[in-house]
């Protein structure tokens, strides 16, 4: 029988962070971390290793962090957990007792029952194993016509990457618009104009059918009643969590499928934490139970687990997922944060919205230079942003964090427009037009007229 004082379940970027930092935070405790993968992924790089890097090896997190800081590292499949004695049991029968536990099982892609043909050969997944994503690699390297079905951010990575070496690719989605859930309509239009600039087919606003086929994938059948020829059929349509361990232990499930967690990512037991795409996730600012499954939350709560392991702190907590999302399509940046101006209406918000285009480098003359679109959404009454879209260059990702930070500290606009800010005329936009406060200048007159 092994011992450790910290075991933690799963490796990729939650079960990472999680141990690094109990480790930094508690380094006088023993940590082991066990996962099924001799080689781990890095989640939101998959896309790439269909285009831009054209091989896994390139996309690999190192062992690195977890050897420096002293944490061992165990290849296995957990298969039980003893909760109220703290043991793990292992596939090859090995046990390890614990004192505190953090699960991090992640995700495994979602395939929809309903749907025929799923079990064809061409037809794939994306899920975060590098051996499976090597096979679908290699595979499509002899297919011509590829349809995604899925346009949210993988099935517009996926789609965008795998047109790059020259296969006709269709997208097919079922809302109106490609990113329909990250984005208002005017930001989704102009993400989708330019994906088909680029040469990928869009079929918005019907979904899948059928795949047809009798032992390999032949094509699909749209809702519309059209039908698709296709070589591959890539299923990007969302994941679930892997709840399957936590589930067979007896803790609790909540009705989204996700381990339910109090305060600090614990768990029912407070010896047992769960980070990550496998635990419960609440939306920042409606404080309802979300579905959303980004890398960059998991590593927030992931860090909020590993400080609170053995000493609660007040001021180490996790308030709620505000959804932050960026992605890139050629060279131009699209990035998301909170709630975006539809779904803050349906949640009953007296919101205003203000718009601002500008440029993401001064002067405009420059070379490389992008149009720079920054939206808000604010509450009325306070003031407050409760969201924000950008749409830009390569500077979109950081601006995008940016408004994140502003929605966590509950800012309101009047703080962003005296907010004090650096500028270089390669790098950012100008201080006279900066789209962020030039956008909360539009809401502050808006304001101001009612």
């Known amino acids: 029988m092994e011992k450790t004082d910290v075991l933690v379940i799963g490796g990729s970027a939650a079960g990472i962070v999680a141990a690094v930092t109990g480790k930094s935070f508690y380094p006088d405790k023993d940590f082991l971390l066990i996962r099924k993968e001799e080689q781990v992924v890095v989640p939101c790089g998959i896309p790439y290793i269909f285009g831009s890097l054209e091989d896994s090896n390139k996309n690999v997190i190192p062992d690195m962090s977890?050897?420096?800081?002293?944490?061992?590292?165990?290849?296995?499949?957990?298969?039980?957990?003893?909760?109220?004695?703290?043991?793990?049991?292992?596939?090859?029968g090995t046990e390890i007792t614990f004192e505190k536990l953090v699960i991090a099982t992640g995700s495994t892609p979602t395939i929809p029952k309903w749907l025929k043909g799923t079990n064809l050969k061409n037809v794939f997944t994306i899920p975060k194993n590098k051996d499976?994503?090597?096979?679908?690699?290699?595979?499509?390297?002899?297919?011509?016509?590829?349809?995604?079905?899925?346009?949210?951010?993988?099935?517009?990575?996926?789609?965008?990457?795998?047109?790059?070496?020259?296969?006709?690719?269709?997208?097919?989605?079922?809302?109106?618009?490609?990113?329909?859930?990250?984005?208002?309509?005017?930001?989704?239009?102009?993400?989708?104009?330019?994906l088909k600039s680029r040469g990928v087919k869009i079929k918005a606003g019907t979904g899948i059918k059928e795949i047809l086929g009798d032992d390999k994938v032949t094509g699909v059948l749209l809702n519309n009643?059209?039908?698709?020829?296709?070589?591959?059929?890539?299923?990007?349509?969302?994941?679930?969590?892997?709840?399957?361990?936590?589930?067979?232990?007896?803790?609790?499930?909540?009705?989204?499928?996700?381990?339910?967690?109090?305060?600090?990512?614990?768990t029912s037991n407070m010896d047992i934490f769960a980070?990550?795409?496998?635990?419960?996730?609440?939306?920042?600012?409606?404080?309802?139970?979300?579905?959303?499954?980004?890398?960059?939350?998991?590593?927030?709560?992931?860090?909020?687990?590993?400080?609170?392991?053995?000493?609660?702190s007040t001021v180490k907590t996790f308030t709620g997922t505000i959804a932050i999302f960026s992605t890139a399509i050629a060279d131009n940046g699209f990035g998301a944060a909170g709630l975006t101006e539809n779904l803050a209406k349906r949640e009953g918000f007296d919101i205003i919205t203000g718009t601002f285009e500008g440029i993401d480098k001064h002067p405009g003359t420059l070379s490389g230079t992008h149009k720079q679109i920054v939206k808000l959404i604010v509450d009325q009454e306070s003031g407050v942003?409760?969201?924000g879209e950008v749409a830009g260059g390569a500077s979109t990702g950081e601006l995008v964090n940016i408004i994140g930070l502003a929605i966590q500290n509950r800012m309101t606009v009047y703080v962003i427009l005296t907010t004090q800010i650096g500028t270089h005329p390669l790098l950012t936009a100008p201080p006279t037009a900066y789209p962020l406060i030039k956008a909360a200048e539009v809401v502050v007159k808006k304001i101001r007229a009612k």
Request: proline share 1%; net charge negative.
């Open 66 to 92: 977890l050897n420096k800081a002293g944490i061992t590292l165990k290849i296995g499949e957990a298969v039980s957990i003893d909760t109220e004695n703290k043991i793990c049991k292992t596939a090859d």
């Open 132 to 194: 499976y994503l090597d096979e679908t690699l290699e595979k499509l390297k002899s297919c011509q016509k590829i349809v995604t079905i899925g346009g949210g951010f993988i099935g517009v990575e996926m789609s965008d990457e795998i047109n790059k070496s020259g296969k006709d690719v269709t997208l097919v989605e079922i809302l109106p618009h490609i990113l329909g859930l990250a984005f208002d309509e005017e930001i989704a239009i102009k993400a989708e104009d330019i």
């Open 225 to 266: 009643g059209e039908t698709l020829e296709a070589d591959a059929v890539i299923l990007s349509m969302g994941y679930r969590p892997n709840t399957t361990l936590a589930e067979k232990s007896g803790l609790e499930i909540n009705e989204k499928g996700f381990i339910k967690i109090a305060e600090y990512m614990r």
């Open 275 to 312: 980070v990550g795409d496998c635990a419960e996730k609440r939306d920042f600012i409606t404080k309802k139970l979300s579905g959303v499954m980004l890398a960059s939350t998991a590593c927030t709560e992931a860090r909020i687990a590993g400080m609170n392991l053995y000493q609660i």
């Open 385 to 387: 942003i409760i969201g």
